[in-house]
């Protein structure tokens, strides 16, 4: 699985748009690249995934550069709920074979 | 459709104790798999089960088993326990393939 590194924590304020990148040099040609949101005594919830270019769902956007070797998650307009801690999953088996959670990055969004 | 259902969603065991977590995927989700999650560690794969065969196997102790019926309702079961196995026991449930996992509230297990 490939390794991801991502920044342990951001802030933010209500109503900006909130960029988090992950790393993952050695992302592999079958590996697809997933993101999860988690809030306190709650188990993650999946937010979106992609495989390269751009996927876009109701509540965020995946950009993924031609080399693969990142992406980022754009929460467009955060609010107060959005604060959460977010993991980059990068793998072919996210389905849930051996799923590896990394740190993942605590975003705090202020009023 | 009916989420991912963990029970119990607390417990307090005393060391030397064992335990068994209980999980009900959503309907028809042949895929479930087991994390334990700790301030300091993190979320962890303990274990993935697909059609009642183990899969995948984390990095833990032998203490920590699990299994999966039939019906793809899944166990687990820590033995002896210690008190680093105080965590929060998350289950997720998928098709098996390489869609998104869906998971329960968790099951709280306290260790004194």
């Known amino acids: 699985l490939a390794k991801t590194t991502q920044p342990i924590s951001m802030d933010s304020y209500e109503g900006q748009e909130v960029n988090i990148t992950c790393s993952h040099n050695n992302i592999a040609t079958n590996d697809y690249i997933t993101w999860y949101q988690q809030f306190p005594s709650q188990g993650p919830r999946f937010i979106i995934q992609g495989y390269k270019t751009k996927v876009t769902n109701e509540v965020a956007s995946l950009f993924i550069p031609a080399d693969r070797k990142s992406s980022t998650l754009s929460l467009p307009r955060v609010s107060l709920s959005d604060t959460a801690v977010y993991y980059c999953?990068?793998?072919?088996?996210?389905?849930?074979?051996?799923?590896?959670f990394g740190a993942g990055t605590r975003l705090f969004v202020k009023a | 459709k009916a989420g991912v259902t963990q029970t119990p969603r607390y417990l307090i065991k005393t060391r030397g104790q064992q335990v068994t977590l209980s999980c009900s995927p959503i309907?028809?989700?042949?895929?479930v798999s087991w994390y334990q999650q700790t301030p300091g560690q993190g979320l962890q794969f303990l274990f993935e089960y697909f059609s009642e065969t183990q899969r995948n196997k984390g990095n833990f102790p032998g203490r920590f088993s699990g299994r999966q019926f039939s019906n793809s309702r899944s166990e687990m079961n820590v033995s002896t326990l210690e008190l680093g196995d105080s965590a929060l026991y998350l289950c997720?449930?998928?098709?098996?393939?390489?869609?998104?996992?869906?998971f329960g509230e968790g099951s709280r297990l306290t260790v004194l």
């Open positions: 309907s028809g989700h042949r895929s």
């Open positions: 999953l990068v793998g072919d088996d996210t389905g849930g074979f051996k799923t590896i």
């Open positions: 997720a449930s998928s098709l098996g393939d390489r869609g998104e996992l869906f």
